[in-house]
């Protein structure tokens, strides 16, 4: 079982930039798909990005492409999202999760989220 928890969100005004972390806990990190969800104000979760596990393939939802890019340090137990060009669309609370299958569907396990605010 992997326990996450984010931290990096706050509030910036549009064209700023942002980076998200995720910090896992356990020992096998590099055996986890990690991803990054978002969920803006009344609307359902969506998908944002991922990466396997050992950081050779990475995968982005057309919205973001191009301004985020996530990435991971497996010595560090940590996953990252770097938010660039940030848009008052980005908000939202963005969630980090983790499975061990190696492109996974669904994700297992989730943080707690981070608020991402982008307004003037």
């Known amino acids: 079982q992997v326990q996450l928890v984010e931290s990096g969100g706050g509030l910036v005004q549009p064209g700023e930039s942002l980076r998200l972390s995720c910090k896992a806990s356990g020992r096998t990190f590099s055996s986890y798909a990690m991803a990054w969800f978002r969920q803006a104000p009344g609307k359902e979760r969506e998908f944002v990005a991922a990466i396997t596990g050992l950081g050779r393939r990475t995968y982005y939802d057309d919205s973001v492409k191009g301004r985020f890019t996530i990435s991971r340090d497996n010595a560090k137990n940590t996953a990252y999202l770097q938010m660039n060009s940030l848009k008052p669309e980005d908000t939202a609370v963005y969630f980090c999760?983790?499975?061990?299958?190696?492109?996974?569907?669904?994700?297992?396990?989730w943080g707690q989220g981070t608020q991402v605010t982008v307004s003037s």
């Open positions: 999760a983790a499975d061990m299958a190696y492109l996974p569907s669904s994700y297992a396990y």
